[in-house]
């Protein structure tokens, strides 16, 4: 680890969307390549049991920002907000002397479009206003949601170009530019891309990788319907899987291949960037993240998409590389989660701890030296469209408990069932086991305030967003470039000519 008295090392995070782990060549898989990744496993640490908090894209990504769960902080859905008075970690580096800037998709909604960062180079992928909020009381659930089945239909899967490349392209493009430019003071960088989130559409190269490569596909129990928890149901309502056939081997070979596809093609921009940090002499002293912000169950229990706190969705790859190298090409299974990544962050920063304000996670730097801690948990809270009913997932040892707000509960033992098939929360011998992690949701959360305070948000944001319409306002971020003061043009562009 840094040592105490030495200089305070850059740091590069790099995530994906909506990417499990579960397909990664760094994490085992047979087909998928990821050199790059694997790579960066050699020199750091790969944790085996990594949850997202939250498993949609903006709450996951704000406790992420925050070291918070998302219902702390009012964040439940695709449209909300975080307040700007909580702080993140671009906020403490940059108190700590960092030059913190963001590349790519962070989905900020609302008018705050920086939460401390000092530079985004980009513009976002999605809105930032409140239009990506639902009413939970609609008949027609159709009406409220994307066509989510769409995406994972085999005619639409193949190879192309899309809005979300080009945005990775710029986001890539972007970062490299970053990073080749000089420093005067440590970097925090953040560069986030879109892929291999839906659609599954990639570039002709990477699609052609897995020509005629073996995609393996899930396989169903004849009663799988009567498996679904209640939670499920909603979900699957919400993604359109109730009303079309997603499970068909045709379908799914082609979400995988194009899934496959965008998982190198995320993996080589991986290896692009740690060429560069190598080109520009920043190895031996760069931090490297590199996580996602939920994974997609892409038919697993015939399901699709994230909103489950199964593990295809629940789980997300998360390597740690320090300038050390410490413990390279270790792994960890305890329980984390990406609420842990803002602590560790603010240790590697130096950040002192009596300065640190509300936050849930542990830093990540003990277990990386071998330390465990067996009573280790990692919480993940899912309460919005689809739902709406207060959701949390408990993961500790060999458990997964699932709580659902006025339905039946869920317990697994992933050792034993790891495609959590058979819920164990009505087996008397479990009973004890039940109760212990009922206790541990009930003393980490108000459930109770959890569903009012979405519908209180939901009822906000639809005078917001109707008044903003009127007015034709837009929070989306506007990058700024001056294209006088580019390349060598001006005098203020001579500090970046190499001699």
Partial sequence: MPDAEGSTPNILVIMADQLTPFLLGAYGHPVVETPNLDRLCRRGVRFDAAYSPCPICVPARASFMTGRYASRIGCHDNGDSFPSLTPTFAHYLTNQGYDTTLSGKMHFVGPDQLHGFRHRLTTDVYPATYDWSYDPIA????????????????????PGWTLELQFDEETHYRSLEYLRQPHDKPFLLVTSFTSPHPPFIAPRAFWALYEGAEIGVPSYPTDMAETYSAMDRAINRWHGVDRN???????????????????SYLDRKVGELLDVLDEQGFSDNTAIVFTADH??????????????????SARVPLIVALPDRTSAGATVDQPVSLIDVMPTLLDLAKTPHAGRLNMEGESLLTLMTGQVDANRQAISEYHAEGVFRACVMVRQGRHKYIFIEDAAPQ???????????????????????????????????????????????????????????????????????????????TDATKKYLRT
């Fill in 245 to 263: 056939d997603v499970t068909s081997r045709h379908h799914l070979q082609a979400v995988r291949r194009g899934y496959y596809a965008l998982i």
């Fill in 139 to 158: 008949e027609d659930v159709a009406d409220l949601a994307f066509d989510f089945h769409k995406q994972y239909q085999a005619e639409n899967i193949g």
């Fill in 295 to 312: 994974g997609d169950m892409l038919g697993e229990k015939g399901m699709i998409q994230k909103r489950s706190f199964y593990e295809w």
């Fill in 411 to 489: 317990l697994f033992d992933l050792e034993t069932d790891p495609g959590e098939w058979n819920n164990l929360a009505e087996n008397p011998e479990c009973a004890e086991l039940v109760r212990r992690f009922e206790k541990m949701v009930a003393d980490r959360f108000d459930i109770d305030a959890i569903s009012p305070a979405i519908t209180e948000n939901l009822r906000r944001k639809k005078v917001i967003r109707a008044a903003m319409h009127a007015n034709g306002t837009s929070w989306d971020y506007q990058p700024r470039f001056d294209a006088a003061q580019q390349y060598m043009r």
